[in-house]
């Protein structure tokens, strides 16, 4: 049975028809409008060509934003002028369809526990590191939502008390240690230092900046300053994994996300200070830590699984 998965994003607004096995058979982008009522529309219409003459059974919108437990009313969204909107009722009188919605970073880690690096374990958890730190918890092969749906926000559990302010009202989440905004400002303050910084130093002099970019290229390269920026990063990202474990439990640790392109090199000291800060180390099963499989398709693919299991168990 087919689904239709959508992501909508900052830039652009993803569709795919998907099979049962999160086959793309056919896909479809446009740019994201800045209004509300224009993005709806821009959804209806996709669903519609996407649709064609193949029967899906429903249809999965993901976006970024607090969604109710129901999976039907977006009671906030970052980027777009949603407030306890109606989304999947608007959605279903205009297309016809069950509609499911669900956040974009929930559908994504679907996707990868479904299809990709956790398909072989019950209880996962993936953190994405991109500018910020976003992320999804599969708990016995469940998707964990919380009580009210807006659970597992794992960019915003906070790992330093009074630490680094966040754009989410906070201070100390781990979005501003581990991010990929974190690593550069890492190598920035190596910059500063010299020494093994020298290299990073003489970039940003050669450029102005030192973008994610150029950090990427010298990691790839063993720059000795950008990967002391990397365990840095690293460091960080393991004690919040620590946490994690020590609650969830989890099989497996997944990395998404642009930071995931380090590869090992990224998921070996996110190993040790995992090891480090795990509470009664040593007596405890280790779990795995992956690199995403998925890379741009999972908001889709993952969206569209969750609304034919959805449509299946209905
Ligand atoms: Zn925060």
Redesign the pocket.
């Known amino acids: 049975m087919h689904a239709i998965g959508i992501d909508i994003g900052g830039t652009k607004v993803a569709g795919a028809l998907v099979d049962e096995l999160g086959t793309i058979i056919r896909e479809d982008r446009v740019p994201t409008s800045r209004d509300a009522d224009e993005i709806e529309t821009a959804v209806v219409e996709m669903i519609a060509r996407l649709k064609d003459d193949a029967e899906p059974v429903a249809a999965g919108v993901a976006a970024a934003g607090f969604i109710d437990a129901a999976q039907s009313t977006v009671y906030y969204a970052p980027n777009i002028a949603w407030r306890n909107e109606p989304l999947r009722e608007k959605l279903e009188t205009r297309t016809g369809m069950p509609i499911v919605i669900e956040n974009d970073a929930n559908a994504a880690g679907w996707a990868e526990f479904r299809f990709g690096a956790g398909r072989l374990v019950s209880d996962m958890v993936i953190l994405t590191i991109g500018t910020g730190v976003g992320g999804a918890i599969v708990s016995e092969d469940k998707l964990f939502r919380g009580g009210f749906g807006t659970g597992a926000e794992i960019?915003?559990m906070r790992v330093v008390p009074g630490g680094l302010p966040?754009?989410?009202g906070?201070r100390g989440?781990i979005?501003q240690y581990g991010s990929g905004r974190a690593l550069q400002r890492y190598a920035n303050e190596l910059a500063d230092q010299g020494g093994i910084g020298q290299v990073l130093a003489d970039v940003r002099t050669r450029t102005g900046t030192l973008r994610g970019a150029d950090i990427g290229d010298l990691i790839q390269r063993r720059d000795p300053g950008a990967l002391a920026a990397l365990r840095q990063l690293g460091d960080w990202l393991g004690q919040a994994c620590a946490s994690l474990g020590a609650v969830l439990d989890p099989q497996m640790f997944v990395f998404g996300g642009g930071v995931a392109a380090a590869g090992d090199l990224l998921l070996e000291p996110i190993r040790a200070s995992y090891l480090e800060n795990l509470p009664a180390r040593g007596y405890h099963p280790e779990p795995e830590f992956r690199i995403a499989e998925l890379v741009n398709d999972a908001g889709v693919v993952g969206a569209a699984d969750l609304a034919r299991l959805h449509a299946e168990s209905h």
């Open positions: 960019g915003h966040c754009g989410c906070a989440c979005e």
